[in-house]
């Protein structure tokens, strides 16, 4: 069955200190990766997608993830975290070449940042 | 930047009544979506719409739920006769093309009591 898991359902983090939210996936087919971030009283924001190339992605706000397929796994990372990155972080999943009718969301990671 | 935009933010209503949550997709989309996220839960997809008709629905979006462009901008959600269950965030999306990206509103907070 396809499935997204994120284990962590919250961290906390010191302001300036590195991040990693864990997220695996069970896909039969090529995924089509996704990193959402969701700010208190906002919507969803893209933080970054895969789908080919580099395993290793850059997105928006000093944001990175790895693909790796031996491990089903795309992790997000950050080298410093920032007051500001406290939220809500959803992984999600989808065929290559993705309708978003067809994309599954993991449970979430609540991340707190302390100062 | 354009933006997804969603009225109203908060909504309650009692058991059986009819609500309508509105959408303002991103002017040049073709493609729009309704989610819903249940407290503590997954985002779940609800309903897809492209050229004026549902393309996708899931299982969660049975005869109770409904959905209109009834003009060039808005996108609407209709629950019919809401139910205690009902109760969650719903989040509306459009996409340009359908594939590469979605973008999201805040999100409208329906409590049903």
């Known amino acids: 069955a396809q499935s997204v898991t994120q284990p962590d359902i919250h961290i906390t983090v010191s302001e300036g200190a590195s991040l990693e939210l864990r997220c695996n996936y069970s896909y039969g087919a090529t995924p089509y990766l996704f990193w959402y971030v969701q700010s208190p009283g906002q919507g969803l924001q893209l933080l970054l997608k895969?789908?080919?190339?580099?395993?290793l992605v850059q997105g928006i706000k000093g944001f990175e993830a790895e693909f790796k397929r031996s491990q089903s796994s795309f992790n997000l990372r950050k080298p410093s975290v920032h007051w500001s990155d406290a939220a809500e972080y959803f992984c999600a999943v989808g065929p290559w070449g993705t309708s978003y009718d067809k994309v599954i969301f993991g449970p979430g990671t609540s991340l707190s940042v302390i100062p | 930047e354009p933006e997804v935009t969603q009225t109203p933010s908060h909504q309650v209503t009692q058991m059986g009544q009819e609500v309508i949550l509105r959408c303002v997709p991103i002017s040049n989309h073709l493609y729009f979506y309704w989610y819903r996220q249940i407290l503590g839960q997954k985002v779940e997809f609800l309903v897809s719409f492209y050229n004026n008709e549902i393309s996708e629905k899931s299982e969660i979006f049975d005869d109770q739920f409904s959905v209109e462009r009834p003009d060039g901008s808005n996108f609407t959600l209709k629950i019919r006769s809401t139910k205690l269950e009902d109760s969650a965030m719903y989040f509306c999306?459009?996409?340009?093309?359908?594939?590469?990206?979605?973008?999201f509103g805040q999100g409208t907070r329906l409590t049903v009591v």
């Open positions: 999306a459009s996409s340009e093309d359908g594939g590469t990206e979605a973008f």
């Open positions: 895969y789908f080919s190339g580099d395993t």
